[in-house]
């Protein structure tokens, strides 16, 4: 009998931890918000508008530990609602090699994209 509690009990933390909300970096044009926080594996963030009038976006990982970890990007406009992309939709797998810089670039499909809301789990 205790040994089905203790699996109970192991099962149940096991399925909260997996509950976890992703960590959320928002920025804006003057800058990544009061609110953001970055996981200890994302050295920098920079954005910029492109010619094109496209808002870009580079991160830079690295971790101490190899890793995967999962990535959704949003787009916002200037009203600060998401403009659907079916490309950034979903998150996506992402492997880091201990110790080894890894620079992601990310492109607006919309020119009217403003802000970026990037979501790491």
């Avoid at 963030?45 to 492109?50: C, G, L, P, Q, V």
């Avoid at 950034?88 to 919309?110: C, F, I, Q, S, W």
């Amino acid at each position: 009998m205790k040994l089905k509690t203790l699996m109970t009990a192991a099962a149940m933390a096991a399925l909260l931890a997996g509950c976890a909300a992703p960590t959320a970096t928002h920025i804006r044009q003057d800058g990544v918000t009061e609110t953001s926080t970055y996981p200890k594996y994302v050295q920098n963030i920079r954005y910029k508008t492109n010619d094109n009038g496209l808002l870009e976006v580079q991160i830079v990982f690295q971790s101490s530990t190899s890793r995967t970890i999962n990535y959704k990007i949003e787009w916002l406009g200037e009203d600060g609602f998401v403009l659907r992309n079916p490309i950034d939709e979903r998150y996506r797998a992402l492997r880091l090699t201990r110790n080894e810089e890894y620079v992601m670039h990310k492109l607006a499909g919309d020119k009217r994209a403003r802000e970026v809301k990037i979501y790491i789990k």
